[in-house]
């Protein structure tokens, strides 16, 4: 049942992330909306006040190339208009500038609100539409005059200023057409009244360029507006996360205090489960066999046996649970000493061929001689390996096979091997059986359950022991574990003493010291 159970939450909780970020869609789409609905731009209104806010950056950041180009024009217009009408229309043309960029400064030195930003972008218009006419003012003297090259100055006079305010207003679509339609609309009147083809032609190119300049601006606009998106967004993800990494911190904060309260938890009910049920199996045990006189009603022998048996079951479920707790908490400690691999083995097999042979099943060992002792723990490499072949006999059916081996590793360690020949673990499954009290769909069909803790327990153990832990399985074919101590725990031989003759006093510089070395 465990797995079902564990793929049911599974299905639960991708349901609920789901749910959740529907709910996120949704509710961006309505903020999305909303925004759009109160801007007076047709954009969020934080993108209102950044659109404002390039416009005045960009004036501001280009005042003084916009002072010697209003100069350099009033400068070659007096060729054709007269000192003092090349200076009258400077004048007018840095005034306005002046005072367009001292808006500027004002906006965004003010704080933001929907009545700022729409009293500014009106006023940001209205000052391009004054500088607008200023350049229709010379661009149709110079064109009243008619004198030589003054409408091809004209001409250029009038794409220069499309081109710059094109650029310098393109976050306000409205200042740019307040900039430079007047000046275009002007050239292309004046030049279809002339009526030549050549002056048709110009009036034409003078509207394209219009177009394609607009067009341009409309460009930057939507890139701006883009890049003004990606910002927001990525603040968005970037609080998001912030929230994510808080709730993860909490829950990790809780997890720990959690694990902390279980195995303070199981620390002090140890002694309370453990002397109860010493008494339990102690009595059972000798009713079972009837060391104080026979029982009257032969049943209760066999009801003796049951208790002793469940008994035991308890008490190695209880220290199954208890060893777990404390190597998930990190208080498992190891009494390490040189221990011999080979023996433990042999040993287990001894323990279990009882076991294994009333369920009608073969041990084979092939064990490699002469291994060195490894620098571990007695009782977690013995617990390993019972844990392994426990596993073993459990889910082999009868007339199977369990095969251990112990030998070298190819970087110089130690390996424990034990494969069955039983059913096999699917592999979506194999997650599931490595999880605490985790069991796989196999295992619930067998006569013999366990609480799912003896391939978790085994992991943590050779985890400790800095090993790995390899599980390979096929269906109908059966499972393979391999838990493999690494070569830094492997004992080196000694080399043997020899008869170096009388003792000899030390000599200074010649002391030497053997000790025992580690592969």
Same mark, same amino acid.
């Not at 009494?335 to 011999?340: A, C, D, G, I, Q």
């Given at each position: 049942m465990k797995s079902y159970s564990a793929r049911g939450d599974e299905t639960a909780a991708d349901a609920a992330r789901i749910a959740h970020e529907r709910r996120l869609k949704l509710s961006r789409s309505v903020r999305d909306a909303r925004d759009v609905l109160t801007s007076t731009s047709g954009v969020k209104p934080a993108f209102d006040y950044e659109l404002l806010r390039l416009y005045a950056e960009h004036r501001i950041g280009a005042s003084f190339a916009l002072f010697m180009l209003i100069s350099l024009v009033g400068i070659a217009s007096s060729l054709w208009t007269g000192g003092i009408g090349?200076?009258?229309?400077?004048?007018?043309?840095?005034?306005?500038?002046?005072?367009?960029?001292?808006?500027?400064?004002r906006f965004?030195?003010?704080?933001?609100?929907?009545?700022?930003?729409?009293?500014?972008?009106?006023?940001?218009?209205?000052?391009?539409?004054?500088?607008?006419?200023?350049?229709?003012?010379?661009?149709?003297?110079?064109?009243?005059l008619g004198a030589q090259g003054s409408g091809d100055f004209s001409l250029f006079a009038m794409l220069l200023v499309v081109?710059?305010?094109?650029?310098?207003?393109?976050?306000?679509?409205?200042?740019?057409?307040?900039?430079?339609?007047?000046?275009?609309?002007?050239?292309?009147?004046?030049?279809?009244?002339?009526?030549?083809?050549?002056?048709?032609?110009?009036?034409?190119?003078?509207?394209?360029a219009e177009a394609y300049f607009v067009m341009v601006a409309g460009r930057l606009h939507i890139a701006a507006v883009s890049a003004l998106e990606a910002r927001a967004q990525l603040d968005t993800?970037?609080?998001e996360l912030e929230q994510s990494k808080a709730k993860s911190d909490e829950a990790a904060r809780r997890a720990e205090a959690a694990n902390l309260a279980k195995s303070r938890f199981l620390a002090q009910m140890s002694h309370e489960l453990r002397t109860p049920l010493n008494a339990i199996l102690g009595f059972s045990e000798v009713m079972k066999n009837e060391v104080l006189g026979g029982h009257a009603v032969p049943a209760y022998k066999e009801y003796a046996g049951d208790i002793h048996s469940s008994g035991e079951h308890l008490l190695n479920l209880i220290?199954?649970?208890?060893?777990?707790?404390?190597?998930?908490?990190?208080?498992?400690?190891?009494?390490?000493?040189?221990?011999?691999?080979?023996?433990?083995?042999d040993d287990c097999n001894h323990l279990m061929k009882m076991r294994a042979t009333n369920r009608g099943i073969t041990l084979h060992t092939v064990l490699e001689s002469n291994l060195p002792k490894v620098w571990a723990d007695e009782r977690a490499?013995?617990?390993?390996?019972?844990?392994?072949? &426990? =596993?073993? #006999? /459990?889910?082999?059916? %009868?007339g199977g096979e369990v095969f251990t081996k112990v030998g070298w590793t190819a970087s110089g360690g130690q390996y424990v091997s034990v494969r069955d020949t039983g059913p096999g673990i699917p592999e979506e499954e194999i997650p599931i059986v490595m999880a605490s009290f985790?069991?796989? &769909? =196999?295992? #619930? /069909?067998?006569?013999? %359950?366990?609480?799912?803790?003896?391939?978790?327990?085994?992991?943590?153990?050779?985890?400790?022991?800095?090993?790995?832990?390899?599980?390979?399985?096929?269906?109908?074919e059966g499972t393979e574990v391999i838990v493999t101590f690494p070569a830094e725990r492997v004992m080196a031989a000694l080399a043997p003493v020899t008869d170096a003759g009388p003792l000899q006093p030390k000599q200074p510089g010649n002391a030497r010291q053997t000790s025992p070395a580690r592969v």
């Open positions: 090349a200076v009258l229309w400077t004048m007018i043309a840095l005034a306005i500038h002046s005072m367009n960029v001292a808006a500027c400064r965004l030195a003010t704080p933001a609100s929907p009545a700022v930003m729409r009293r500014y972008r009106v006023l940001f218009t209205l000052f391009d539409l004054i500088f607008g006419v200023s350049w229709v003012l010379i661009v149709n003297v110079l064109v009243g081109a710059v305010f094109s650029m310098l207003a393109a976050s306000i679509p409205s200042a740019v057409y307040a900039a430079t339609v007047p000046v275009a609309g002007v050239v292309t009147l004046h030049y279809l009244l002339r009526g030549t083809p050549q002056d048709v032609v110009l009036a034409i190119l003078t509207i394209g993800l970037i609080g220290n199954e649970i208890l060893d777990l707790s404390r190597i998930e908490a990190g208080r498992y400690e190891l009494n390490e000493e040189p221990v011999s691999i080979l023996g433990i083995a490499v013995r617990q390993i390996v019972l844990n392994l072949l &426990s =596993n073993a #006999i /459990k889910f082999t059916p %009868q985790g069991q796989g &769909s =196999n295992s #619930i /069909k067998t006569a013999e %359950q366990g609480a799912g803790l003896g391939l978790p327990i085994v992991k943590g153990l050779i985890d400790l022991h800095g090993g790995t832990f390899t599980l390979r399985s096929k269906l109908r």
